[in-house]
């Protein structure tokens, strides 16, 4: 059975940061495309970030390039993903995903789909 469970998340000033984790049992992280989405009231989830199955290469959300970074460590089953300089907008339920594809196409992004974490809350204010 597999499972994704997501943690870190909380309340942070704006311009400051947090590490979120994605916790793996059922599959093995390295051997999927894996990431993280985000979705704000009252907007559609949208991919943030995502390790390519194929390749390992990482993709980013134009939103978050430069400011976010998506590492995994193997050993321990876990993708993590660092923010910093948050700032209000980047206020969202963010969920790690496994499945599926990781990356840019010619019609647009493929992000992991099929296994979803429960989301974590992440508020930036003031």
């Known amino acids: 059975q597999v499972q994704l469970v997501e943690s870190g998340g909380g309340l942070v000033q704006p311009g400051g940061s947090l590490r979120l984790s994605c916790k793996a049992s059922g599959l093995i992280v390295g051997n999927y495309a894996i990431g993280w989405f985000r979705q704000a009231p009252g907007k559609e989830r949208e991919g943030v970030s995502c390790f390519s199955r194929t390749d390992g290469s990482t993709y980013y959300a134009n939103s978050v390039k430069g400011r976010f970074t998506i590492s995994r460590d193997n050993a321990k089953n876990t993708v993590y993903l660092q923010m910093n300089s948050l700032s209000p907008e980047d206020t969202a339920v963010y969920y790690c995903?496994?499945?599926?594809?990781?990356?840019?196409?010619?019609?647009?992004?493929?992000?992991?789909?099929?296994?979803w974490g429960q989301g974590t809350q992440v508020t930036v204010s003031s």
């Open positions: 995903a496994a499945g599926g594809a990781c990356g840019p196409t010619q019609y647009g992004s493929n992000w992991p789909t099929g296994y």
